[in-house]
């Protein structure tokens, strides 16, 4: 039965990720829990877990990666329609979002690089194999792909095409990565498809997540009295047994040895997973370390759990073989423009109107992104930023010959320069104080949500049996939604605070493309081109 809440209800959220404050959010405006009674621990120095942004114009920025956006996250928009915009109270970040995406469209001229050209995307490149495969693919159900990685089901010669080189980049999927993932992309996607090419579809923020979501977010929740707890870490929970084979969470244990006995209307909501957890920074001149999982937080906390309940699903499944879910991204700080004015008339978008471009012949598989500037309110005119990311970094690299996960973030433009052919154009800045950084930042976790899984390996948001716990983000199971997305963990953080508390309402419907005929009529005709 849904409780309803009183004065005495108390809620602990486990993690400071974008789940925990959108359930927070919806405890006090839905649920009516005093926000008072409503704390979150956050193992780090700072909330807002994978959607990040920091530095200054002295030292430079860093941004670990971004995601994307689009019109039907149904989920996460009905949030931040709520939620005053970082630079105006009178404005939402929604309306604001909306507004700065009228300004500034996708329209990607140059999605994909090879030897320093363009790439002519008039076709996707699919052969009929791998048409009839995909079509195949997108009647199975997930019961038959449990485990299967994309390779397992396409020929060699789909991973050649310039739809995987797309799709790969664009959301981060490896040829190893789950099969029943990727089905799930191109379904629920499936209305993005004939656009994908120019990521014709995708939203973006006025300014980096941090600052345009996070932050107002946090402050509409600490302005009412929710209080977030920095550096806080919690390393157990307990549980008890209730009828029926039922369960409550009983007690919070912390890194510093405090403890935290949960009451009657208590009721903790936790972040399992973390695909920004155990970073490691490197900079100009320093390569970073990938970590494990004894460096962790949230990892260590859900394979503790998890050994108690098999209810509580099998971490080891996506924190197991680093090898397979690691990468690194690197931010870029700028106290010159010729690479900004080159990009631009090189793809023919100004900033912020092109996003990922994607050098194909590239061992490590970088791509980089030019978001509109300033991408920090704080960013000076002078300055200018960008990010990228390379898929495969224990190759070694075409210009500097080692793997992208021992390169500082000077090796890391080097083999950038190459590949653009601009390595004479960008010499002058190499050793200048006109390169402020270059960030490398190791990730040994941030793909470990497409790891190859079954159906039960993710935990439900609220488990059978439960009477005051719930699973939050991106490593609970949802039906049909994508993982990797802002919208999943707002999703999640419905399903909890809707699930276990009498609101009157039910998580938003998941918008699928695939279940819009005249989607799956225009992706049928892009994918034959």
């Given at each position: 039965?849904?409780?309803?809440?009183?004065?005495?209800?108390?809620?602990?959220?486990?993690?400071?990720?974008?789940?925990?404050?959108?359930?927070?959010?919806?405890?006090?405006?839905?649920?009516?829990?005093?926000?008072?009674?409503?704390?979150?621990?956050?193992?780090w120095e700072v909330a807002g877990g994978a959607l990040d942004g920091?530095?200054?114009?002295?030292?430079?920025?860093?941004?670990?990666?971004?995601?994307?956006?689009?019109?039907?996250?149904?989920?996460?928009?009905?949030?931040?329609?709520?939620?005053?915009?970082y630079d105006d109270p009178q404005q939402s970040v929604y309306d604001?979002?909306?507004?700065?995406?009228?300004?500034?469209?996708?329209?990607?001229?140059?999605?994909?690089?090879?030897?320093?050209?363009?790439?002519?995307?008039?076709?996707?490149?699919?052969?009929?194999?791998?048409?009839?495969?995909?079509?195949?693919?997108?009647?199975?159900?997930?019961?038959?792909?449990?485990?299967?990685?994309?390779?397992?089901?396409?020929?060699?010669?789909?991973?050649?095409?310039?739809?995987?080189?797309?799709?790969?980049?664009?959301?981060?999927?490896?040829?190893?990565?789950?099969?029943?993932?990727?089905?799930?992309?191109?379904?629920?996607?499936?209305?993005?498809?004939?656009?994908?090419?120019?990521?014709?579809?995708?939203?973006?923020?006025?300014?980096?997540?941090?600052?345009?979501?996070?932050?107002?977010?946090?402050?509409?929740?600490?302005?009412?009295?929710?209080?977030?707890?920095?550096?806080?870490?919690?390393?157990?929970?307990?549980?008890?047994?209730?009828?029926?084979?039922?369960?409550?969470?009983?007690?919070?244990?912390?890194?510093?040895?405090?403890?935290?006995?949960?009451?009657?209307?208590?009721?903790?909501?936790?972040?399992?997973?973390?695909?920004?957890?155990?970073?490691?920074?490197?900079?100009?001149?320093?390569?970073?370390?990938?970590?494990?999982?004894?460096?962790?937080?949230?990892?260590?906390?859900?394979?503790?759990?998890?050994?108690?309940?098999?209810?509580?699903?099998?971490?080891?499944?996506?924190?197991?073989?680093?090898?397979?879910?690691?990468?690194?991204?690197?931010?870029?700080?700028?106290?010159?423009?010729?690479?900004?004015?080159?990009?631009?008339?090189?793809?023919?978008?100004?900033?912020?109107?092109?996003?990922?471009?994607?050098?194909?012949?590239?061992?490590?598989?970088?791509?980089?992104?030019?978001?509109?500037?300033?991408?920090?309110?704080?960013?000076?005119?002078?300055?200018?930023?960008?990010?990228?990311?390379?898929?495969?970094?224990?190759?070694?690299?075409?210009?500097?010959?080692?793997?992208?996960?021992?390169?500082?973030?000077?090796?890391?433009?080097?083999?950038?320069?190459?590949?653009?052919?601009?390595?004479?154009?960008?010499?002058?800045?190499?050793?200048?104080?006109?390169?402020?950084?270059?960030?490398?930042?190791?990730?040994?976790?941030?793909?470990?949500?497409?790891?190859?899984?079954?159906?039960?390996?993710?935990?439900?948001?609220?488990?059978?049996?439960?009477?005051?716990?719930?699973?939050?983000?991106?490593?609970?199971?949802?039906?049909?939604?994508?993982?990797?997305?802002?919208?999943?963990?707002?999703?999640?953080?419905?399903?909890?605070?809707?699930?276990?508390?009498?609101?009157?309402?039910?998580?938003?419907?998941?918008?699928?493309g695939a279940h819009r005929p005249a989607a799956m009529l225009k992706?049928?005709?892009?994918?034959?081109?």
């Amino acid at each position: 039965m849904k409780a309803k809440a009183d004065e005495a209800t108390r809620v602990h959220l486990v993690g400071g990720g974008l789940a925990s404050m959108a359930a927070a959010y919806y405890l006090i405006a839905d649920a009516g829990v005093d926000p008072i009674n409503i704390s979150i621990y956050e193992q780090w120095e700072v909330a807002g877990g994978a959607l990040d942004g920091s530095g200054d114009p002295e030292n430079g920025y860093l941004i670990r990666g971004g995601r994307m956006h689009e019109k039907h996250y149904h989920c996460y928009w009905d949030l931040l329609r709520h939620i005053p915009s970082y630079d105006d109270p009178q404005q939402s970040v929604y309306d604001e979002t909306m507004e700065f995406n009228s300004r500034f469209v996708s329209d990607a001229h140059a999605r994909l690089i090879r030897d320093g050209r363009r790439v002519d995307l008039s076709s996707y490149g699919l052969s009929l194999r791998d048409q009839a495969d995909m079509t195949r693919l997108l009647f199975t159900p997930e019961s038959r792909l449990e485990r299967l990685r994309i390779e397992d089901w396409f020929s060699g010669d789909f991973f050649q095409s310039n739809y995987w080189l797309l799709f790969t980049s664009m959301f981060a999927f490896q040829r190893w990565s789950s099969l029943m993932e990727a089905r799930r992309y191109m379904l629920r996607f499936m209305h993005l498809m004939p656009g994908m090419k120019r990521l014709e579809g995708i939203l973006r923020t006025k300014y980096n997540q941090y600052h345009s979501v996070v932050l107002p977010l946090q402050r509409w929740l600490e302005d009412r009295g929710v209080k977030i707890y920095l550096q806080k870490a919690v390393v157990d929970i307990d549980f008890n047994a209730t009828e029926n084979d039922g369960f409550r969470a009983s007690e919070l244990h912390f890194s510093d040895g405090s403890k935290l006995t949960l009451e009657e209307k208590d009721y903790c909501f936790f972040t399992n997973g973390s695909i920004v957890d155990a970073p490691d920074q490197g900079n100009l001149d320093h390569a970073p370390v990938f970590k494990g999982v004894e460096d962790s937080g949230s990892w260590k906390l859900w394979k503790r759990i998890a050994a108690k309940d098999p209810r509580f699903g099998k971490p080891e499944v996506f924190c197991g073989d680093i090898d397979k879910s690691k990468w690194t991204s690197f931010t870029v700080t700028l106290r010159d423009r010729r690479f900004h004015d080159y990009m631009e008339e090189f793809t023919g978008n100004t900033d912020g109107t092109g996003g990922l471009v994607t050098l194909t012949d590239s061992n490590w598989l970088m791509s980089i992104v030019i978001a509109r500037q300033p991408h920090f309110p704080d960013q000076p005119d002078d300055i200018k930023i960008f990010w990228g990311y390379g898929l495969y970094v224990d190759r070694p690299g075409n210009k500097v010959k080692k793997p992208m996960s021992q390169c500082n973030g000077r090796e890391i433009l080097e083999e950038l320069w190459y590949h653009l052919k601009i390595e004479e154009l960008m010499a002058p800045i190499m050793h200048s104080d006109r390169l402020v950084n270059s960030i490398p930042v190791a990730m040994p976790f941030i793909d470990s949500l497409f790891m190859p899984r079954g159906l039960n390996d993710r935990p439900r948001v609220l488990p059978e049996g439960s009477e005051n716990f719930a699973f939050l983000g991106q490593f609970t199971e949802v039906e049909d939604d994508c993982v990797f997305t802002v919208e999943y963990s707002v999703r999640t953080a419905q399903e909890a605070v809707f699930g276990l508390f009498d609101c009157g309402r039910e998580p938003l419907p998941v918008y699928v493309g695939a279940h819009r005929p005249a989607a799956m009529l225009k992706a049928a005709a892009a994918i034959m081109e």
